[in-house]
């Protein structure tokens, strides 16, 4: 197990759950509606830490109940929350969820407080981040804070894991630089090297580009299909777990937080690291809501020694 610092976003989730999205002009009703704690950021963390690895978040919340509840699930799950701020001005961030039938979601950020995550509230951690194995940001709070976390890392020799999400087709080259690891969904993947990932040769054909930019590792998740890695002589695709989807919401997030507990920070275990993250992540699908359905350590390996 490791030490991970994650730079990220907080959100509170409204799941609207409908049989299937409206067309424009269209009115429909839902069939139910709940709610959960989310954001990418704070979903990799409850991933992590219920990995087992020592986790320290830095983010923000709103002064609202939002932001209290968060806090309160931050502490239930064990994650340092000592460089979680609050902004007395802007709202806790929130997600509407578009849940149909199928299972797959579509997704509206209200980013609140998330973005005012700042420079500052980096460095207020960086004797965490120097000391931490891994590193891990992703796209729903400010670029500049995300640079300044990486930085501090790879000054201090320790691995960056770059989640590319929600999808940003402008990413500085200088975060890609700073890149050990990137993991984004075929989505993302397209929208940073203009490639229509779709079958295995495009997948190569993007890690490729992505490996180009300057980043050493890639992993492109591809749903229920896997995941597709490139690392020196390691480019396959490693297949999902077969199972009943329900809610994908955090199916992404699961992986890279349970990833960063077996993985070394070489990455010389990328491969078998990758198994144990999509088995944790087939858990989170089969579950309604973020927080609520990502596994613990204990669930995954019992589920995978009866593999
Ligand atoms: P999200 O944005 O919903 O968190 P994502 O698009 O970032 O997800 P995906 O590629 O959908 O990420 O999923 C990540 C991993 O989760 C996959 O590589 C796979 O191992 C697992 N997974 C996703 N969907 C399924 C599914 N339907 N059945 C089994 N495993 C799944
Ligand atoms: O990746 C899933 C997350 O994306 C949700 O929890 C939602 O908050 C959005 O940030």
Do not use: C
């Amino acid at each position: 197990m490791n030490k991970v610092t994650i730079v990220g976003s907080i959100n509170v989730d409204s799941i609207l759950h409908i049989a299937k999205l409206p067309q424009p002009g269209e009115t429909i009703a839902m069939s139910a509606f709940s709610k959960a704690a989310g954001g990418k950021g704070a979903n990799q963390a409850v991933a992590s830490s219920r990995a087992q690895n020592q986790t320290i978040f830095v983010g923000r919340v709103g002064d609202d109940d939002n932001g209290r509840f968060m806090l309160d699930q931050f502490k239930e799950n064990n994650i340092d929350s000592r460089f979680v701020s609050v902004s007395p001005n802007n709202q806790t961030g929130q997600a509407y969820i578009l849940l149909q039938d199928s299972g797959q979601n579509s997704i509206i950020i209200q980013h609140g407080a998330n973005f005012d995550v700042s420079v500052e509230d980096v460095e207020k951690a960086r004797g965490e981040i120097e000391s931490s194995d891994f590193v891990i940001a992703q796209f729903e709070i400010p670029l500049e804070a995300t640079i300044a976390a990486f930085k501090i890392a790879k000054a201090a020799g320790k691995t960056t894991i770059l989640n590319p999400a929600p999808a940003k087709s402008e990413i500085p080259k200088e975060l890609l630089e700073l890149t050990d690891l990137i993991t984004p969904n075929e989505t993302e993947a397209q929208s940073i090297t203009g490639i229509e990932v779709i079958d295995e040769a495009s997948m190569k054909k993007a890690a490729e580009r992505l490996h180009d930019l300057g980043v050493k590792g890639v992993i492109i998740t591809v749903g229920e299909r896997g995941s597709y890695v490139s690392y020196n002589d390691l480019h396959q695709i490693i297949p999902a777990f077969k199972v009943k989807a329900i809610d994908t919401t955090a199916a992404g997030d699961t992986f890279i937080g349970a990833l960063a507990s077996e993985l070394k920070p070489d990455l010389s275990n990328l491969k078998q690291s990758i198994i144990y993250a999509s088995k944790s992540s087939s858990f989170t699908v089969q579950k309604l809501g973020a927080f609520p359905s990502i596994p613990n350590r204990k669930l995954v390996e019992q589920a995978l020694k009866e593999d």
